[in-house]
């Protein structure tokens, strides 16, 4: 158990929806990274927050948006969702916000249909 | 285009063999990369590289960084059926930008 709890496991919706999944980062850790792994393309970094402050960007797209919060927990929002968003969605954390080992969460696996 | 390329890609063992599995990486502003092992849902970390020749143990695995090649291996000794996963190669930059390689599925037969 890395420390880092994500919610829900599962998420089945339809397309056009809009989804919000939610990360508590492991205690004391400031940065939150979220991640999007799907067969064809393996893990792909999308967004990362320190102390509330978006930090980097990765591939994220704009129907996507995230956002931490004062308490440290993280939401990512996903909205009009194509059947392509079918993923597992990860949230790692890490210490501080320049290089780090990140903890991973156990994943949101996200089905559109 | 920061890239990272790991082989193989699959590979297939038995117990007590010994497995070096290899990541380069084609990265601007190169600031470390880490090892993961992927087993049924989150990554976990197992190394972060940062300088190059200096070998980082942790029982059976270790690895090093080779900066001048732009590569790291990771190498695995006497290797258990619990060895078997998808070992990840991350790359970090000073960018802030975050890729990860395809992975190496390893299966350990007894």
């Known amino acids: 158990d890395s420390g880092v709890t994500q919610t829900p496991k599962h998420l089945i919706t339809a397309t056009g929806q809009r989804v919000t999944l939610r990360c508590s980062p492991r205690?004391?850790?400031?940065?939150v990274y979220w991640y999007q792994q799907s067969l064809d393309q393996g893990l792909q970094f999308l967004i990362q927050?320190?102390?509330?402050?978006?930090?980097a960007k990765g591939n994220i797209l704009e129907r996507f948006s995230a956002q931490q919060f004062p308490d440290l927990h993280s939401e990512l929002n996903l909205s009009s969702l194509e059947l392509g968003d079918s993923a597992l969605y990860f949230c790692?954390?890490?210490?501080?916000?320049?290089?780090?080992?990140?903890?991973f969460g156990p994943g949101t696996r996200l089905t559109v249909t | 285009e920061d890239k990272v390329v790991q082989s193989p890609l699959s590979l297939v063992v038995h117990e007590g063999d010994t497995v070096t599995l290899n990541c380069s990486y084609e990265?601007?502003?190169?600031?470390?990369l880490l090892w993961y092992k992927q087993e049924k849902k989150a990554p976990t970390f197992l190394f972060m590289l940062?300088?190059?020749?200096i070998e980082k143990k942790s029982g059976r695995l270790s690895s090093i960084l080779d900066k001048k090649e732009l590569f790291s291996i990771l190498n695995i000794t006497a290797t258990q059926t619990g060895d078997s996963a998808v070992y990840l190669c991350?790359?970090?930059?000073?960018?802030?930008?975050?890729?990860f390689g395809p992975g190496t599925r390893l299966s350990v037969l007894p």
């Open positions: 940062t300088s190059s020749g």
């Open positions: 205690s004391g850790d400031l940065s």
């Open positions: 927050y320190y102390n509330g402050e978006e930090r």
């Open positions: 790692a954390s890490s210490v501080a916000g320049g290089s780090h080992e990140q903890y």
């Open positions: 991350e790359s970090q930059n000073y960018g802030q930008n975050f890729v």
């Open positions: 990265v601007t502003n190169f600031r470390s």
